[in-house]
């Protein structure tokens, strides 16, 4: 028997759970609110919960992560009347066992309920995973544990590995423990930076060629693929590969197979694929930039690193981690740090993410010079100056209110002007952060504000807007 949570406001949808868990022959308990259903999981072991997404102190998804981490680990079915495709998209990202929607049949609930008791069932059999080596990854976060139960996954497979994230997320570090991992771990790991090349470099560089294949080709080369046989492939911002190379890769991935340039035959390689992007590859697809089939052949297994502005709680452990390298290093001194410096550090957004944290402890720590402690004073001004922008902008608003009120019952200025005037002055601002947390960086500044290139550089010169370097 079985004991099953069901988190539902409507008393009559309760009844009719219960009704459908007891024919089952399981125990059921009922709570109404999300704050309910959550204490009583952490108060009792559940195998299963039926959770409404609508409920009277908020979203269920909103509980749903914290649900899964529970001490009895417990499968999560969405019951719901707001279903959309996104929503349950989200769900099943979150961790959702199926999702329901309302009105449904009794079997609409019993066959998904059965099935993830089953599974539960069978899970208990399986030999526990050997431990996880995880290498430099830093952070204990829930973000971080579920990319962690990924990279778990996909170790016990040859199966291909799509990491996806923000820049500076880490993703090589994740694609490195997932071969540390496997039963490839002892083989070579090859990385593939398909930025760095041009085509006809990058096609030299992955098959290989023949001495006198083209000009300059005094001798032959082994290709990345040839070095990577038996161990793992990794292509980093795979994204950036051309339309004639996404081809010829595809049929390398089908037949494992390849012909060096300027060769007579096929070569053969048993390489596992893994790959990382920080583009959006399936809005490249519907733009005709990327190969539907070869999507499919990347992404057997998907990783998304969370941006570290989801994790801040990992930036101690995070900080301790890089000093206690960077003091082992150089054989000098592991530095301490105040509470006060953590606490700048969580109050800055990381655009640049983990990398841009490192870059910043390592100017921290050249600013510090041979004192043995790390104070806010350290640190870069951006970073130090994120909450006194934050109190700025908040006076800034307060002080826009009050001059609105001071004006008013005087003659005002025709609205379009007004409108006018506020929007210059909106766009100045927002261009000065832009540049500000890109450093001036075109292409990564058009990424984050939607703006091609030309309108960007328009609207620069329009407000005199310095890059920040």
């Known amino acids: 028997m079985a004991q099953i949570l069901v988190i539902e406001d409507d ?20 709570a109404f609110t999300l704050a309910q259903g959550l204490k009583a999981a952490m108060e009792a072991d559940f195998d299963i919960v039926l959770l409404d997404l609508t409920l009277p102190d908020g979203h269920g998804l909103r509980i749903l992560p914290q649900l899964r981490e529970t001490a009895s680990l417990p499968e999560v079915i969405i019951v719901t009347g707001t279903g959309s495709q996104s929503g349950a998209e989200l769900a099943f990202k ?23 008791l089953q599974y539960r069932d069978e899970k208990k059999n399986v030999t526990p995973p050997r431990v996880l080596s995880r290498g430099n990854i830093v952070g204990d976060s829930m973000p971080v544990s579920a990319c962690l139960k990924v990279v778990a996954q996909a170790s016990i497979s040859d199966a291909g590995v799509l990491i996806t994230g923000e820049t500076g997320t880490g993703k090589e570090l994740f694609a490195r423990a997932i071969h540390a991992n496997s039963s490839r771990a002892e083989q070579p790991f090859v990385v593939v930076d398909c930025a760095a090349h041009s085509e006809q470099l990058i096609e030299s560089t992955l098959f290989g060629h023949e001495k006198g ?15 990577a046989n038996l161990g793992t492939l990794f292509l980093d911002e795979v994204g950036e590969l051309t339309p004639a190379m996404q081809k010829a890769f595809l049929r390398v991935l089908q037949e ?16 596992r694929l893994l790959a990382a992007t920080n583009r959006n590859l399936e809005d490249m697809v519907e733009k005709g930039h990327f190969r539907l ?23 101690d452990s995070l900080v301790a981690h890089h000093l206690r390298l960077a003091g082992t290093d150089s054989g000098s001194m592991i530095k301490g740090f105040t509470p006060e410096f953590i606490k700048s550090l969580k109050q800055y957004s990381w655009p640049g993410n983990i990398r841009e944290l490192f870059n910043t402890l390592d100017y921290a720590l050249a600013h510090s010079g041979s004192n043995p402690t790390l104070y806010p004073f350290d640190l870069p001004p951006q970073v130090r100056m994120s909450k006194i922008e934050e109190r700025l902008d908040s006076q800034d608003k ?24 506020a929007i210059a002055e909106l766009e100045e601002k927002y261009l000065l952060e832009l540049m500000r947390r890109t450093r001036g960086r075109i292409r990564e500044a058009c990424a984050m504000a939607g703006l091609s290139e030309s309108r960007l550089h328009a609207l620069l010169k329009k407000y005199n807007t310095p890059r920040f370097r």
């Open 256 to 271: 494992h197979s390849f012909r060096p340039i300027g060769a007579s035959g096929e070569r053969v390689s048993d390489f």
């Open 398 to 421: 307060q002080e826009s209110a009050v001059s609105f009120k001071i004006a008013h019952g005087q003659k005002l200025p025709p609205l379009q002007e007004v409108r006018e005037g």
């Open 94 to 116: 979150s961790g959702a066992w199926d999702f329901v929607p309302k009105p449904f049949l009794q079997e609409d609930v019993a066959l998904p309920l059965t099935r993830a």
């Open 213 to 227: 294949a083209f000009t300059g080709a005094e001798q032959s080369r082994t290709g990345l693929i040839s070095q």
């Open 11 to 30: 008393p009559k949808i309760n009844r009719v759970l219960e009704r459908i868990v007891s024919d089952l022959g399981h125990k059921v308990s009922v």
């Open 293 to 315: 089939d070869l999507l499919h052949r990347l992404c057997s297994l998907t990783l998304d690193l969370p941006p570290l502005r989801q994790h801040l709680e990992d930036i």
